[in-house]
């Protein structure tokens, strides 16, 4: 069985892992649009998480099988389309993976120095997309969200340059990072303690920052009935709000920085003529139907940046389905499901299949699951049969096409180059963030076009 996996992060790379755990005989082919694997595990988790970004390892294992190639620097849609896929294999499993940053919709937003999450994490981790901007040049910052991801932006922007500099960054990153300024940031939380997604983990870790101190008012700590009945329900829950308490009773200690959590606040404008001159704060509550609503108050936060940590919004993948209430691609355990059906042989996995939700590691349950489904509809004579199923007619295509491919050779290619460079410097990888620079390190390996 021939299966085609769009997408090299981790939901597509455990779908080829389960693939290959079958006892059926299966070849797997990998695109992805960039010269590199491992997508959020390289470009979206925090550089100072490195235990987290060891999984890309693991990744690499699966890639590594005999039975599994890999195509970098194909984009889906452009390179190759769902026509060319249903010519040469007998399934496709989409995993293709993050989807558009949601906006505040707020007046202001697109000033000089308001931000999403996204363009921060991706410049940072050297995505070849991201563009190098004024991120770090604000003294008073606002960060707008109640998740890890605006705890990585809020933690990050506390790391000295020294700290970066001891990562997988960009050589540039780590230069630009000497002019880092923010001292005040404010994590504005538009519902209550109780109902932040914040991880615990995630929360003690803001408290290692050093020379920062946390500062929070006692009575956003005040919790409604709705709140205490959460909190007797989720343990979760119950852990975050004993970390904010402990933090609300700790006297300041005189740090340079500070950090204040604001629970009940709902960013209402960005104000400012060119660039962000402040954030007017809404103060909200939740009435009976469980509904955020406006309580009356507020007021004006002096700061010179915004980041918005708020969700996500779907983006169009040619040849799918989208469901625009929806944040994922309509499925039925996987199964793409068109108005008219199931659409056959098409398959899709991680955030495509579920949403943006859950850690790296859902992914490799969530593709297992994804796996079993097209094995089930295999078993069952549900997949079209490919008209040229050849291995070799792949390649041949895309060399027709003159589509520089990066096959997993010159990948490694590139990752003992980015090793080198980082052991140069004393760090643990320095990321060449640019394709162009990408190819031509990645085609100095042996066999390349």
Known sequence: MRVAVIGAGPGGIYAAG???????AVSVDVFDRL????????????????????????????????????FGNVAYGTDINQEDLARHYDAVIHASGIPDPRPLGIPGEE??????????????????????????????????????????????LLRTADEVGATDVPDDVVTTWKRASAEEIHLLSRRGPAQAEFTTVELRELAKVEDVDIVIDPADLELDPAGEQLLEQDKAARRNVEVFRAWADEPSTGQSRRVHLHFWSRPRAITGTEQVEGLEVERTALNDDDQLVAEGSREQLEVQAVFSAVGYVPRLVPGLPVDPDATAVPNDDGRVLASDGVVPGCYVAGWLKRGPTGVIGTNKS????????????????????????????????????????????????????????????????????????????????????
């Open 18 to 24: 389960a693939l290959l755990g079958t006892d059926l």
């Open 366 to 449: 969530d593709a297992t699951a994804t796996v079993a489904t097209l094995l089930a509809d295999a078993e069952a004579g549900g997949l079209p049969a490919p008209a040229a199923p050849d291995p070799d007619t792949v390649p041949a295509l895309l060399d027709e096409r003159g589509i520089a491919y990066v096959s997993w050779e010159q990948w490694l290619e590139l990752d003992a180059h980015e090793l080198s460079e980082g052991s140069n410097q004393g760090r643990v990888r320095s990321k060449v963030a640019t394709v162009e620079a990408m190819m031509d390190i990645a085609h100095r390996a042996r066999g390349s076009p």
């Open 35 to 70: 010269p590199t694997p491992s997508g959020l595990v390289r470009y979206g988790v925090a550089p100072d998480h490195p235990k987290i970004k060891s999984v890309a390892e693991t990744l690499a294992a699966i890639l590594e099988a005999p039975e599994v190639r890999f």
């Open 111 to 156: 000033l000089l120095g308001s931000y999403t999450a996204d363009e921060f994490i991706t410049w940072y981790n050297g995505h070849p997309n991201a563009e190098l901007s004024t991120f770090l040049d604000a003294r008073q910052v606002a960060v707008i969200g109640a998740g890890n991801v605006a705890l990585d932006v809020v933690r990050m």
